[in-house]
């Protein structure tokens, strides 16, 4: 009787075990991969969303960028609307400056440097103005130190913008 308790156990359980590991890889972004403070993740297929505006950095980072949103952001962008409303997402996508190879007058991205996002949640991040806020290189979230400093900057500069710099392109 125990002998057979325990082979139906043992089947159940082997029954099991791939469902429960494939629930859990389901579940997506892992708190490693989350930003500090925030908890913020690199969003899914951002690489697909609309651009808001391109934007350069001068030396010593001599970057172009490239801000992005999803639906929610870029229909509040053209609708004029501020505050963003909850469940805006922004990215910044960050590149080396690099030389055409074709063209010598032509500036290209070169390797990819950091991704940067803001997502609104007015409750959730009532305390820095309902933005939460994540930095990451190579898709893996930088120190809790810089993730000190972005809602500094952004509240010194663009408060009156509800802390968003970029504007739409024209
Ligand atoms: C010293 C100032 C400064 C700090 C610190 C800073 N930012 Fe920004 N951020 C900017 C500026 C300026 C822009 C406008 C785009 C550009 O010039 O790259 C910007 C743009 C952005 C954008 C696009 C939306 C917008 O406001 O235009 C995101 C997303 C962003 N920053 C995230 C972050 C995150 C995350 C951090 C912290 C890890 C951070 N920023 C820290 C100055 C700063």
């Not at 139906?8 to 099991?16: H, K, S, Y």
């Not at 429960?20 to 969303?49: M, N």
Request: charged residues 20%.
């Amino acid at each position: 009787m125990v002998i057979v308790l325990a082979a139906i156990l043992l089947v159940v359980l082997l029954t099991c075990v791939p469902y429960l590991v494939t629930i859990a890889l389901a579940e997506g972004p892992t708190t490693a991969d989350a930003s500090p403070i925030f908890g913020v993740t690199v969003p899914e297929g951002y690489k697909q969303w609309e651009l808001i505006a391109p934007a350069e950095e001068a030396a010593p980072l001599d970057e172009l960028r490239a801000v992005v949103g999803n639906r929610t952001a870029i229909d509040a962008y053209q609708g004029g609307k501020l505050p963003f409303p909850d469940g805006t997402i922004l990215v910044k996508r960050a590149w080396k400056r690099k030389q055409s190879p074709e063209f010598s007058s032509a500036t290209i991205p070169g390797e990819p440097t950091t991704v940067q996002v803001m997502v609104k949640d007015s409750r959730k991040y009532a305390a820095t103005g309902g933005w939460g806020f994540g930095r990451f290189v190579n898709g893996k979230p930088v120190d809790e130190a810089q993730h000190r400093t972005c809602f500094a900057c952004h509240e010194a500069r663009a408060k009156s913008r509800d802390y968003v710099f970029t504007r739409l392109a024209p």
